[in-house]
């Protein structure tokens, strides 16, 4: 069954509005999880490192201000797409392993379609 | 950011036919990973390999670690019709849980 779980699985809204998107780990402790975007045929790129505790690390181009990330259970990510536009509109994925520091593999929830029109 | 290329980017087969893919890098990885995701869905881990030169099996699913640690194989032997997906192969390194995705194979049977 799954491991990640996501929600919403849809969004549409105006563009202007805010959009919170949850990640939970179900039955495990994930200290880190990763925030992913996948445009229409393309692969998946990731956004930002999500760390329980402390402030999200970012990838170069991503902009901090405009995807809010708090991960304030060790269950529990969010990502915000503050003041949304149509060219945020994308698939967004996020992923957790078991264990941080260890090369035990990702496993993904099954993403969030967000629609801006 | 960086990609891995797979190749071949789609694949048109029959039911019933083998199908080899492969991805490969510019530089090392200590750990390649492959996954499937159908439309919609995210991605669903298939096979992870841990080993240069480790050869790892589920099912009718093969993957290979290259042994130059740049690059990865991924075989399906007698696919079926659930095969049908876009299979991406992720490489990531000890101490560093990031993974970076291969472009994408599209796999479609042909009835």
């Known amino acids: 069954g799954a491991v990640v779980s996501q929600h919403p699985s849809r969004v549409i809204c105006k563009s202007g509005t805010s959009v919170k998107i949850e990640c939970r780990s179900l039955?495990?402790?994930?200290?880190?999880m990763f925030w992913y975007r996948q445009f229409p045929k393309q692969s998946l790129m990731l956004m930002a490192t999500?760390?329980?505790?402390?402030?999200?690390?970012?990838e170069q181009g991503v902009e901090k201000d405009k995807f809010l990330i708090n991960h304030a259970s060790l269950t529990l990510s969010t990502l915000t797409v503050t003041s949304a536009h149509p060219e945020d509109s994308s698939f967004y994925i996020c992923?957790?392993?078991?264990?941080?520091?260890?090369?035990?593999?990702?496993?993904f929830g099954d993403g969030t379609r967000l629609s801006i029109l | 950011g960086q990609q891995l290329n797979q190749s071949p980017q789609s694949m048109f087969i029959q039911e019933g036919e083998d199908v080899s893919m492969n991805c490969t890098s510019s530089?090392?990885?200590?750990?390649w990973l492959w996954y499937k995701q159908d439309p919609g869905e995210g991605p669903v881990l298939l096979i992870a390999?841990?080993?240069?030169?480790e050869l790892t099996s589920n099912g009718r699913l093969t993957a290979q670690f290259g042994i130059t640690r740049k690059d990865s194989f991924l075989n399906i032997s007698a696919s079926i019709p659930s095969d049908v997906g876009i299979y991406f192969c992720?490489?990531?390194?000890?101490?560093?849980?990031?993974?970076?995705f291969g472009t994408g194979t599209r796999l479609t049977i042909i009835p």
């Open positions: 992923s957790a392993s078991y264990t941080t520091g260890s090369n035990q593999p990702q496993h």
């Open positions: 039955d495990f402790q994930a200290t880190t």
């Open positions: 999500s760390n329980e505790g402390s402030k999200a690390t970012y």
């Open positions: 530089s090392i990885f200590n750990t």
């Open positions: 390999l841990y080993k240069a030169g």
């Open positions: 992720a490489g990531s390194n000890f101490g560093n849980e990031k993974l970076t």
